[in-house]
């Protein structure tokens, strides 16, 4: 089955710093993909769409120059979180949009999720 | 795909026996529907799909219905394991987008 892969998984930085989280379709194209910030026990929140040579799309509510989004492929999509901050600690989770060679049916794949803790 | 950050309802069941996870969809143009499984601290995991020309489908241990006329989606998962335990959302595919539901967090006690 198709595979979005998430890094890294887990990541501790000191307030201030910058980190960057990378999503790709290992088997597939993502013509779009998207990125989510969850809360414990609760559901996934839309941060943003992207689709791959263009702007992302924020949700509202959703600082685009605090979360810069780059879609530079269509296997490849990055979330910078800028200047990060204790209140930026949440798990971010990517999905892609694509057609596994073995179907028909344009799917959702998430990755695995990437665990931000900042200090 | 658009969902809101909500609190999410919570099932218990016995190890051993049947869960029915529900799920209401709010588009009738919907064509597509997924269920997701996660886990704590992961990412979600595919389950099963179902298109809307279909009312049943069956995987390992687990079965989707689909009831078009009430917008409803339940996935059925037999003879319910410790493993299974994690939340599960349903997503409903409309107008190239995809839309999810809060989730239910099911709990299975040995």
């Known amino acids: 089955g198709a595979v979005v892969s998430q890094h890294p998984s887990w990541v501790i930085c000191k307030s201030g710093t910058s980190v960057k989280i990378e999503c790709r379709s290992l088997?597939?194209?993502?013509?779009?993909m998207f990125w989510y910030r969850q809360f414990p026990k609760q559901s996934l929140m839309l941060m943003a769409t992207s689709n791959e040579g263009s702007k992302a799309t924020y949700e509202q509510g959703v600082e685009k120059d605090k979360f810069l989004i780059n879609h530079a492929s269509l296997t490849l999509s990055t979330l910078t979180v800028t200047s990060a901050h204790p209140e930026d600690s949440s798990f971010y989770i990517c999905?892609?949009?694509?057609?596994?060679?073995?179907?028909?049916?344009?799917?959702?794949?998430f990755g695995s999720g990437t665990q931000l803790s900042v200090l | 795909g658009e969902s809101v950050g909500l609190h999410l309802p919570t099932l218990s069941v016995q190890e051993g026996d049947n869960s029915i996870i529900n799920c209401a969809y709010s588009n009738s143009a919907s064509d597509y529907f997924i269920w997701y499984k996660q886990e704590s601290g992961k990412g979600p995991q595919f389950i099963i799909d179902i298109r809307s020309n279909m009312d049943k489908r069956q995987g390992q241990r687990v079965t989707v219905l689909l009831n078009k006329t009430v917008k409803h989606l339940s996935l059925q998962i037999a003879a319910t394991q410790p493993g299974d335990s994690a939340v599960y959302f349903c997503?409903?595919?409309?107008?190239?987008?995809?839309?999810f539901g809060t989730g239910t967090s099911l709990t299975v006690i040995p």
């Open positions: 997503a409903e595919n409309f107008s190239n987008q995809f839309y």
């Open positions: 088997d597939f194209q993502a013509t779009t």
């Open positions: 999905s892609a949009r694509g057609r596994a060679f073995t179907s028909s049916v344009e799917k959702l794949f």
